[in-house]
Nanobody, 121 residues
Framework: QVQLVESGGGLVQAGGSLRLSCAAS????MGWFRQAPGKEREFVAA????????SHADSVKGRFTISRDNAKNTVYLQMNSLKPEDTAVYYC??????????????????WGQGTQVTVSS
């Protein structure tokens, strides 16, 4: 069982930055997803258990960066140049296997409670 605790959401103006954190109780592949009002949850970024492999959605490439500190069992999502369309609830997720990473919701077994990110124009 992997427990996830997210933090770092909030309100920011367009062009600003936020860093989301997700503290995990185990070491496994991790991902960030987001869900905007009235929309389906979508993939944002993923990172392998070692941190050696990452993937980012096209919509956030060059603006968001996923990373991890395995000494702290924490995964981060650094979000720069935020846009109003980035407004969503952001979810941290953990895989049930220490191998690989996934861009799909079905690749994750454990989910955080979500943290709200609101970007004002």
């Amino acid at each position: 069982q992997v427990q996830l605790v997210e933090s770092g959401g909030g309100l920011v103006q367009a062009g600003g930055s936020l860093r989301l954190s997700c503290a995990a109780s185990g070491r496994t592949g991790m991902g960030w997803f987001r869900q905007a009002p009235g929309k389906e949850r979508e993939f944002v970024a993923a990172i392998s258990a070692s941190g050696g492999s990452t993937s980012h959605a096209d919509s956030v490439k060059g603006r968001f960066t996923i990373s991890r500190d395995n000494a702290k069992n924490t995964v981060y999502l650094q979000m720069n140049s935020l846009k109003p369309e980035d407004t969503a609830v952001y979810y941290c997720a953990a895989r049930g296997t220490p191998f690989g990473l996934s861009l799909r919701e079905t690749g994750y077994e454990y989910w955080g409670q979500g943290t709200q990110v609101t970007v004002s124009s």
